[in-house]
């Protein structure tokens, strides 16, 4: 079986926007198969270059401003997302996620990326998450599980 990498975006410290690692904690309260790993990736992204270069499936897991409610989840492959690379980025502080996978596209991998992303309500200094938000971490654990254990992931 193909190993399942889950990557939680997002920064702790900055409420709705930690999100991805709140989700991350989540899951390893309730436990994965052992064919996953849970990361936390943390506001580091250009640290994730290492994983993306893996021969394993990927889901990343970020707070996604898309206009819907507040703790809306979206679901999709990266590639449907059309994220590009920012041709602004002055330092490795500025790189994201996404600036890591052109990098390991550019080393000549191609991870498949499954992105889950929570419309987040508020991003202001807090460690709590909002409400709402806080509502759908247990809901994106669970469609998380369903898709590892579909082997969609």
């Given at each position: 079986?193909?190993?399942?990498?889950?990557i939680g975006i997002g920064n702790?410290?900055?409420?709705?926007?930690?999100?991805?690692?709140?989700?991350?904690?989540?899951?390893?309260?309730?436990?994965?198969?052992?064919?996953?790993?849970?990361?936390?990736?943390?506001?580091?992204?250009?640290?994730?270059?290492?994983?993306?270069?893996?021969?394993?499936?990927?889901?990343?897991?970020?707070?996604?401003?898309?206009?819907?409610?507040?703790?809306?989840?979206?679901?999709?492959?990266?590639?449907?997302?059309?994220?590009?690379?920012?041709?602004?980025?002055?330092?490795?502080?500025?790189?994201?996620?996404?600036?890591?996978?052109?990098?390991?596209?550019?080393?000549?991998?191609?991870?498949?990326?499954?992105?889950?992303?929570?419309?987040?309500?508020?991003?202001?200094?807090?460690?709590?998450?909002?409400?709402?938000?806080?509502?759908?971490?247990?809901?994106?654990?669970?469609?998380?599980?369903?898709?590892?254990?579909?082997?969609?992931?």
């Amino acid at each position: 079986m193909k190993p399942v990498k889950v990557i939680g975006i997002g920064n702790l410290l900055m409420q709705d926007d930690g999100v991805g690692v709140h989700v991350i904690n989540y899951l390893s309260d309730l436990g994965v198969p052992d064919h996953v790993e849970l990361i936390d990736g943390g506001t580091h992204s250009y640290d994730l270059l290492e994983y993306f270069a893996a021969d394993a499936s990927f889901i990343v897991v970020d707070a996604m401003h898309a206009g819907g409610e507040p703790g809306a989840i979206y679901r999709a492959p990266l590639h449907e997302l059309g994220l590009k690379p920012s041709d602004q980025i002055m330092s490795l502080h500025e790189l994201h996620f996404i600036e890591a996978v052109q990098m390991a596209n550019m080393l000549g991998y191609n991870p498949d990326i499954l992105v889950y992303g929570i419309e987040p309500q508020s991003v202001k200094l807090s460690l709590e998450l909002s409400p709402p938000v806080a509502a759908a971490v247990p809901k994106a654990a669970e469609l998380i599980l369903e898709d590892i254990n579909k082997g969609i992931a």
